[in-house]
């Protein structure tokens, strides 16, 4: 493992740098596999071929964590968060929910868990 920071060899039990003093897997500039030099908006490196996850990304398909969290706590039974991600199928499905049974809530709140546990899995195939 290498830090993304420097590109300093780093032991796999590491909480941070010991050249840098960086925290581990913060940085873009080195692939955390090989620990050669990436273009910071990289996928994978072209170096080794291994994807590379930004630094706090989350699959929340490009939408910032904190402002989907809030959506999803304050309107999230009406599924206002998934339309906000591109995921109309199961904003239809938990506005029906809402109206018809009120699951809606319910399904909001696990989305909302999902979401600040960095479980959540955009899929807008997926209806629930």
Do not use: W
Not at 42 to 54: D, P, Q, R, T, Y
Not at 55 to 71: C, F, P, R
Not at 90 to 104: A, E, H, R, T
């Amino acid at each position: 493992m290498y830090c993304r920071n420097c590109g300093e060899q780093m032991n796999e039990n590491q909480a941070i740098c010991l050249k840098c003093g960086v925290k581990t897997g913060v940085g873009e500039r080195y692939c955390p596999n090989c620990g050669s030099k990436t273009d910071p908006n990289a996928a994978v490196c072209m170096s080794c071929g291994v994807a590379i996850k930004k630094t706090g990304e989350s699959d929340l398909n490009g939408k910032d964590k904190m402002t989907i969290a809030l959506v999803c706590f304050f309107l999230g039974g009406l599924g206002i968060h998934n339309f906000m991600m591109g995921e109309t199928k199961k904003g239809i499905v938990k506005i029906v929910c809402s109206f018809l049974c009120g699951l809606g809530g319910i399904l909001a709140l696990i989305d909302f868990i999902r979401i600040l546990t960095d479980k959540y899995v955009y899929d807008p195939e997926k209806l629930i």
